[in-house]
Every structure is written in structure tokens, then in C-alpha cells.
């Protein structure tokens, strides 16, 4: 099989320059030499959508490429979210981890101890496990392009064009790893016109962000060039701090750079290049125990949420890079031919601490890195008659791998390494056919054959320098194995246009994450860890509608889903018996298939303009996931255990209010409000002992205020969870072999001011 090269990606070497970290103040004054980007004209998120003047008389929607061509919002019959700009920056949206809220049946979140490693679920279906070789079950999107590693994938929000979340399985057109849904994160395109923005944003905890970014033509109007660039330092002192080194804990320090350049010939050609960066240098997140550890039990925990006694360093950094050429050819107003190259690398240095204590009881330290490279071929036909649609061709190329060191009790020390090579073609078509003037059939497909092969070497050592093997039983896993995977994804759907204002669809689809081999394997002790899990699949019927009453001033859109999984892959922490003596001492993460499992649910998005100064918008969720097959040690528990990350309510509601100021221009506010049902966060086996991570019902509290006084500055007032609700996301739950039980807190009340030039 043939292996990724190793070379890093080949950057300009100004680029690179222009990446190199910067101070918050010198960054400070290259944005402030930035020309900004013109703003953009709100529009409908699904559940809210206005316009940037304050004489409305009925809402607006968008363009979203959910199906991979231009439809409206309210056109595409798929349950989609869609967020402008103007949206995002009025939810005050600062990464994806805040679109929470806003998107029914939707939980995302940073990812255990990290800031910016994304744990993703839609509608109950995703995958909380970080390590290679475990694939996500919602996946990320950045211009076109599949991110396969969730770290450094919780993208944070500046020069955004838009953001969809497609909810759903999404297999015909996206492909594996999107059983739960998509999300696409779509940059701010290349403009004619010399523009951009500056801002500055400061907050609690020493907030300091700084966003900027300039584009326009290079050479002249006529040159067929344009470019832009964007950057962004984003930083915090830490909620807590490590009270054994006195070092800051869930703080915030990010730098990020994103460049594009485009060449156009006319109207009928162009090539695109692009060109992202990231670091992330923020700290480890705090975990707090939420009982004592039983091997230091006079240790109590602590009262502070995010204040911690861990004995190891601060040290979690990510860095991201990638870069790409999209081709658009359009010879006719008919067809339109599309080719995306791109090539992504990301490395991640850990530490993970997950006893909270100066004792070495679990220490690990982790290394992580991945590279991939993939090509899409598509054409988009539409010649105006009863028929159109997308044809398109996928390969994916990619290694993700790393190395991690395990520290028990400083008397067992594991080193877990290796490498998975994934390699993965597709052929999708999906096809639009016009049955009447208002009943449309859509159908598609996609063929997946992937590769994935896995080179596993885990060993026991002598000490924590790691180089001498354990006299007896060094080798827990040794295996070089290649499995394959074809997989056919089709969907259908009917939708029925009954008026000008009222669509109603139905939708059959079929979804499917690839399996695999698990990396922490313990194959000596437990042999069948060493052989693969399977694939898990899911058959999906969804039965919706988008309506506008009112002279379009009140939008609601409906979905009911009905999901059956089978094969579900779980990621679980599973005890085992090292010495032979009967009684289980160790423990490893295990990976399984827990059988089978039914979702249903009913979403609904909602925005009322009762009148041309107020909006109210919002979204209701409802959500049964439960296990009709799990087998655990010959017997099915399926009753006794709960999908995670899936509420059984959620919701939210946004009320603004907008108003003239005269010369002084104009001011608006909103007041937000969200809940979520009890929720279990973590996976455990519950007949093994293993204690899930749980979270109550809670709702937070948001409010905003911006203020216009002409059409180039803004000054935004945000704060969000007002009532500095304490709630759990996620954790750690190993007591049975090392005492470990711990959680991992939301952020607290933030609050911050921004201001903001446009020209």
C-alpha cells in the first residue's frame, strides 16, 4: 500500500513568515492596517434571518449547497441550519462548539482536555474518541474539503462566508464518517472590490482578541487576479489554574492565518488556491474529580470547577495546515465542472493528567499526527429543463498516527503506537427529476470502496523513560493487518411544492462509517481486541416541511426522523486480568459494535417578524435513541444502557429587537435562552462497573447588544451564560481500575466588547 509521504506541505516562503506567532499587540496594528470586508446582508439561519436595515417587512433566506449546487434554504428539502456572517457575529458565535444552541438535536463541544479538538453529535449519533484509527461520526468541512481528524477541527469563527449543519446521515453525497450529519464551514470568497475588516475584542479574563482581514483584485481590475487574507490572535488567561505549578488552565492562546488567490478568464474559468494555518497553544482544560480518588482517598476535590492538582505540565498543543486548488470550468450555462486538490497536515503534543493529582496514578502523555490528500471531480448539469443534478469522483489518501505514553501508578508503563492508512474511493450521482410543475423527484447514490490498514506496536516498559522492555510479557500488541470495505449509499426523496409558501418532503437515505482496527489493542491479554470492528450502518426515513406564512414574515420548518442503526461502534474503557490470577487489574480502551439501535425524533426551526423592529426565532428538538441489541459477555443489555450525548428535550429561543437612532444610527438587543434535557456524556458498560459521566437538565442564559452609528463601525456587547450555570460536557470514568472520576465543565459567564471598522 502506498504510504503519504512525510515532507510537510510546501508553503511560501512568506506565508510562513506571515504564520509565525505574533504578540496580540503587533498583530493588533498589522489589522489595524487591514481594509475590511464589506458586511454582509443578514439572512436566515433556519431558525432566525433578518436584514441589515431596520425597515423589514419580511425575512430573507440564503443560497446553501447542501446538495452540492445552489438551492435557497427554504427550497432544499433536507434538514439544513444555515448561519451568514451577520448571524453568527449577532449569536455571538466564536467557534463551532457555540452553534450548539442554535441547531436542534445538535451537541458539540471541545473534546475532553483539549480547546480545540471537536467531539461532534447530531441527532444522538457521533464519536467522543479522539485517537487515530477512530473515525468521527459527523463530518467537518472546510471549503469543500473533508477535515478526517477531529483535532484542531472545532474551527474558530472569523471571515466566514457561511456555516451549515446538514442533520442527518449524509453517505450519498458526503461519503463515510457522516452517519450523524455534516457540518461545512464555507470561507469568505474572493471579492472584486478592495475590502475587509478589522476588529478588536476584549472580555473577562483578560480576553484579548484580534480578527482582520483584506481582499480584493491584485493588479488592477482588469488583471483576472484576486486575493485575500485573513488572521486572527485569539487569547485568555485561564477559568482555573493548576494550583501544584501555579500554570493557567482552560485558557485560550490561538493564532490563525488563511490566505486565498484566485485566477479568472472571464466568466467561465477560474482556479482557486487556498491556503489555512493554526496553532494552538492553549492549555489543557480542567477536570475536576467528581468524587475522591479510592487510591488517594483522604484527597478531596476541590471546590473550584475548573481548578486542578495535576502533576504533569501544561502542555496540549495542536498545529493545522492545509492547502488546495479548486479548478471551475463552466464551458455552457448548462454544465459546470469542478476539481478540488487538497493536502492537510495536523500534529498534537498532550498531556493528560486524568487523576487530577500530583500522584501518579494515570499520567499519559500523547502525540498525535495525520496528513491526507484527496481529489473531487464533480459536474453539475442544470440545462433549465425537468432534470439536473451532480455527478462526482472521491479518493482519499491519508495516515494518522502517533504515540502514546501510559504511566499507572508509577509502576506500569505502556507505550501505545502506530499507524492507520486509509485509502478510499467513491462514485456519488444525485439527480433531480421534475415529475409536475410541483413534485420533484430527487435520487442518488454513492459506491465506497476504502482500505484501511493498520501497523500496531504496544509494549510494556521498566520505568517512565521508556526504553527498557518489561522483563515478562513486553508485547501487548503486534500486528500489521489490512481489512477492506465496499459500501453502496443510496437515497430518495419526493418533495411536493403545495403552494408558493408551503413545501413538504419525504427522504430515504442509507449512511455508513467505515470500521476498523483499534490502536490501544491488548492482544496477548485480550485477543479478539487485535481483530477489527465492524462498519456501522444506518437506514434513515425523514418526513418534513418548509413553510412561510404571513407575507414571509413568519418561517417554520419541520422534520420527523425515523434511524435505525446497526453496528454501532462504541468506544469504551473495558477491565481485563493481566497476571492470570483471576481478578481483572488493568484496563484498555476497547472498541466494539454494540449490535443494533432505533433514533427517532422531531425537530423544528422557527422566525416570526411580528414587526419590522422585532424578531423571534428559535428551535425545538425532541429526541428516543435507544439500543435494541447490545451484546456484552454472551448477554444483551441493550436495556441497560443509554445512547450518549443524545437529550431527550432541547431547545432554544431568541428574541431581538432593533431600533432607529437618528443620526446616532442604530442599536439592536437580544436576549437568548437555551435547554438541554438530562444527558449521558460519556460511553461506559455499565454491567462492567464503569459509571457514566451525567448531566441534569440546565439552560443558559445569553444577551447582546451592537450598536451602528454609521455603516463602518460596530460596537458589540456580548454575554454568555449570564447566570454562570455550571454543567457538565464530558469526562473520564475509570474508577474500577484507577479510582479516576472525572468532568469536564462548560464555560462559565463570559462577557466582552468588540469593535469593529468596515470599509
Known amino acids: 500500500m502506498r504510504r503519504l509521504p512525510t515532507a510537510t506541505l510546501l508553503i511560501p516562503a512568506a506565508l510562513q513568515r506571515a504564520a509565525v506567532k505574533h504578540s496580540s499587540l503587533s498583530l493588533a496594528i498589522a489589522l489595524g492596517l487591514c481594509a475590511p470586508l464589506a458586511s454582509a446582508q443578514d439572512a436566515s439561519t433556519g431558525a432566525e434571518a433578518g436584514q441589515d436595515t431596520l425597515d423589514r417587512s419580511t425575512l430573507d433566506t440564503i443560497m446553501v449547497t447542501a446538495r452540492k449546487r445552489e438551492e435557497t434554504l427554504q427550497d432544499v428539502p433536507v434538514a439544513v441550519t444555515a448561519f451568514t456572517p451577520d448571524t453568527l457575529d449577532r449569536l455571538n458565535v466564536e467557534d463551532l462548539s457555540d452553534l450548539d444552541a442554535q441547531v436542534p438535536n445538535l451537541t458539540i463541544y471541545a473534546a475532553r482536555g483539549s480547546s480545540s479538538t471537536v467531539t461532534a453529535y447530531i441527532r444522538g449519533v457521533g464519536q467522543s474518541d479522539p485517537l487515530w484509527g477512530v473515525d468521527p461520526g459527523v463530518g467537518i468541512y472546510l471549503d469543500d474539503v473533508y477535515i478526517a481528524r477531529p483535532q484542531g477541527a472545532l474551527l474558530d469563527v472569523f471571515d466566514v462566508g457561511r456555516v451549515e449543519v446538514l442533520r442527518g446521515p449524509q453517505g450519498t453525497l458526503y461519503g463515510k464518517n457522516t452517519i450523524g450529519g455534516a457540518i461545512k464551514y464555507i470561507s469568505k470568497g474572493l471579492p472584486e472590490q478592495v475590502d475587509g475588516f478589522a476588529s478588536v475584542t476584549v472580555g473577562n479574563y483578560s480576553q484579548l482578541d484580534v480578527k482582520g482581514a483584506i ?106 495546515k492545509g492547502v488546495s486548488a479548486t479548478v471551475n470550468w463552466r464551458p455552457n450555462d448548462n454544465w459546470a465542472f469542478k476539481y478540488v486538490i487538497a493536502k492537510r497536515e495536523s ?181 479478539r481486541s487485535a481483530e477489527p470492528f465492524d462498519d456501522e450502518s444506518v437506514e434513515s426515513f425523514e418526513i418534513g416541511s418548509k413553510m412561510s406564512f404571513l407575507d414571509q414574515r413568519l418561517f417554520l420548518n419541520l422534520s420527523a426522523f425515523h434511524n435505525q442503526y446497526k453496528d454501532i461502534q462504541l468506544s469504551v474503557f473495558t477491565s481485563y486480568d493481566s497476571n492470570g490470577d483471576g481478578i481483572n487489574d488493568a484496563f484498555f480502551g476497547d472498541f466494539t459494535n454494540a449490535g443494533k439501535g432505533t433514533v427517532n425524533g422531531f425537530e423544528a426551526e422557527y422566525q416570526w417578524l411580528p414587526s419590522a423592529n422585532w424578531l423571534i426565532s428559535g428551535n425545538l428538538a425532541w429526541l428516543d435513541a435507544k439500543y435494541d441489541r447490545f451484546i456484552y459477555a454472551g448477554v444483551d443489555i441493550a436495556d441497560e444502557q443509554t445512547f450518549t450525548n443524545a437529550p431527550e428535550f432541547s431547545g432554544a429561543v431568541n428574541l431581538e429587537y432593533r431600533t432607529e437612532l437618528g443620526s446616532m444610527g442604530h442599536l439592536s438587543a437580544r436576549l437568548g435562552y437555551s435547554y438541554q434535557d438530562d444527558v449521558v456524556a460519556t460511553t461506559e458498560i455499565i454491567r462492567s462497573g464503569a459509571v457514566p459521566i451525567t448531566q441534569d437538565g440546565y439552560g443558559l442564559i445569553n444577551a447582546g447588544v451592537i450598536w451602528k452609528p454609521n455603516t463602518s463601525w460596530t460596537l458589540s456587547l456580548q454575554g454568555s451564560n449570564l447566570a454562570d450555570e455550571e454543567y457538565l460536557t464530558t469526562g473520564y470514568s475509570l474508577n474500577a481500575a484507577l479510582g479516576v472520576f472525572t468532568g469536564f465543565y462548560g464555560p462559565p459567564r463570559q462577557y466582552s466588547l468588540t469593535a469593529r471598522y468596515d470599509f
Open 347 to 527: 500534529d498534537t503534543e498532550t498531556n493528560i493528567d486524568f487523576d487530577t493529582l500530583p500522584n501518579r496514578i494515570a499520567d499519559v502523555k500523547a502525540f498525535y499526527s495525520d496528513e491526507q490528500v484527496s481529489h473531487e471531480v464533480q459536474v453539475n448539469y442544470d440545462g433549465g429543463g425537468r432534470a439536473r443534478g451532480v455527478v462526482g469522483l472521491y479518493a482519499f489518501d491519508g495516515r494518522a498516527g502517533g504515540r502514546v505514553l501510559n504511566n499507572f501508578f508509577n509502576l506500569v508503563f505502556g507505550d501505545t503506537r502506530g499507524d492507520v492508512f486509509t485509502e478510499s474511493t467513491a462514485l456519488y450521482a444525485d439527480w433531480t427529476f421534475d415529475l409536475t410543475d410541483s413534485l420533484k423527484l430527487d435520487v442518488g447514490a454513492r459506491y465506497t470502496d476504502e482500505d484501511k490498514h493498520a501497523v500496531v506496536l504496544n509494549r510494556f516498559y521498566t520505568n517512565a523513560t521508556y526504553t527498557v522492555l518489561r522483563p515478562v510479557a513486553p508485547i501487548a500488541a503486534n500486528f500489521d493487518k489490512t481489512i477492506n470495505f465496499k459500501n453502496l449509499s443510496p437515497k430518495v426523496s419526493l418533495d411536493y411544492q403545495v403552494n408558493d409558501d408551503i413545501m413538504i418532503y419525504g427522504l430515504a437515505s442509507r449512511g455508513f462509517k467505515s470500521g476498523g482496527y483499534n490502536i490501544r489493542a491488548q492482544a496477548t491479554a485480550v485477543p
Open 215 to 320: 481582499g480584493g483584485p491584485l493588479f488592477g481590475q482588469d488583471s483576472g487576479l484576486r486575493a485575500r487574507v485573513a488572521v486572527a490572535s485569539l487569547n485568555r488567561d485561564g477559568f482555573g489554574e493548576n494550583i501544584t505549578n501555579d500554570q493557567p488552565v482552560s485558557d485560550k492562546e490561538i493564532n490563525a492565518l488563511r490566505f486565498n488567490l484566485g485566477a479568472y478568464s472571464q466568466d467561465d474559468f477560474d482556479v482557486q488556491f487556498a491556503f489555512d494555518w493554526m496553532d494552538d497553544k492553549s492549555g489543557v482544560r480542567a477536570a475536576r474529580m467528581l468524587a475522591p480518588n479510592r487510591f488517594a482517598p483522604t484527597t478531596a476535590p476541590l471546590n473550584d470547577r475548573y481548578d486542578v492538582r495535576n502533576g504533569m505540565p501544561n502542555i496540549n498543543n495542536t498545529e493545522i
